[in-house]
């Protein structure tokens, strides 16, 4: 199982980029997706998460500038980030908590991807 993670990037203050993270190898089912993300000498922060019935949760820090979505057909998780300020600089990680086979539930990480917000 591997996640891939993409869309990082440089923008300017009060720009978007919409992250994408895609899930693959032999996966039974998803169940909740979320992105975390993480600034050098700091613990990881959860940002947002989805559950596979596309109800989803964010940070306070977030809140009324991201949005987390997801495609249950193809895998996949989605983020976008709207009015980002130099504070959500960070590298992006994605989350899943699945099953390999359906008796077994296991948590998988992307790589992360690189977020900078230029003042």
């Known amino acids: 199982v591997q996640l891939q993670a993409s869309g990082g990037g440089v923008v300017q203050a009060g720009g978007s980029l919409r992250l994408s993270c895609v899930v693959s190898g032999n996966i039974f089912s998803i169940n909740a997706m979320a992105w975390y993300r993480q600034v050098p000498g700091k613990q990881r922060e959860w940002v947002a998460d989805i559950t596979r019935g596309l109800v989803a949760n964010y940070a306070d820090s977030v809140k009324g500038r991201f949005i987390i979505s997801r495609d249950n057909a193809k895998n996949s998780v989605y983020l976008q980030m709207n009015s980002l300020t130099p504070e959500d600089t960070a590298v992006y990680y994605c989350?899943?908590?699945?099953?390999?086979?359906?008796?077994?539930?296991?948590?998988?990480w992307g790589q992360g991807t690189q977020v900078t917000v230029s003042s």
């Open positions: 989350y899943a908590n699945l099953h390999v086979v359906p008796t077994t539930i296991s948590d998988y």
